[in-house]
């Protein structure tokens, strides 16, 4: 799934703090947002295992929650919807397509690592890849939600979410065309620095 989507699932699972707490909404939903996005900062890494902690995230998140829970401030709030949506995010990546370069053609075996597992886990392609029409319609209900639910800041940030995505949507396969056409022109000592994800399966 695209970050953008996993954004969007963080601030509408996190704007569920407004029935029990609302003075912490602001800060929840933006937390919900950041840990959404903090997972895909290994995009230039070893996508998918740096950052992605399916388990352990849900483990520290549980526990967060148990003392925002009992000392509800900004701080325990916030870093409580950090991990939560991390965590969500880590968990539903497995549910979505591979790590191949044409995640459309079903290819790869490696979702998400689980470290307390230590293995990969497999992808079940409910949604095929991130940036799938399926992806796309995802964020916009999403979007939808918190846009129809709120005023001001989580409005303008569910539109902006949404707007990337659909985008980015629209770029999905077009970008992998323009990136084979770079990589048959690129220099060997050039190609040996690009992470092997992005160059593993274009031909």
């Given at each position: ?54 388990v352990l995230y849900s483990a520290g998140a549980l526990a967060l929650v ?58 079940r392609r409910w949604i095929r890849y991130d940036g799938a029409p399926e ?69």
């Amino acid at each position: 799934m695209m970050a953008t989507t996993h954004a969007l699932m963080g601030m509408g699972l996190l704007s569920a703090t407004g029935l029990f707490a609302p003075e912490y909404l602001p800060v929840a939903v933006a937390g919900g947002a950041v840990g959404g996005i903090i997972p895909d900062l290994d995009l230039l890494g070893n996508h998918r295992r740096t950052l992605h902690f399916p388990v352990l995230y849900s483990a520290g998140a549980l526990a967060l929650v148990a003392i925002a829970a009992t000392v509800p401030t900004i701080l325990t709030v916030g870093l409580a919807a950090v991990l939560l949506s991390a965590a969500l995010h880590s968990a539903m990546d497995a549910l979505g397509g591979g790590l191949e370069v044409k995640p459309w053609k079903g290819t790869s075996d490696r979702a998400v690592y689980s470290h307390y597992h230590d293995r990969w886990l497999a992808p079940r392609r409910w949604i095929r890849y991130d940036g799938a029409p399926e992806d796309v319609a995802l964020a916009g209900v999403l979007a939808g939600v918190l846009v129809l639910t709120f005023a001001g800041p989580i409005q303008t940030a569910a539109l902006a979410f949404l707007a990337i995505s659909v985008v980015y949507g629209l770029c999905r396969k077009p970008l992998v065309v323009a990136g084979e056409y770079l990589v048959e022109r690129l220099p060997q000592h050039v190609l040996d620095r690009i992470p092997f994800q992005f160059t593993e399966d274009l031909s």
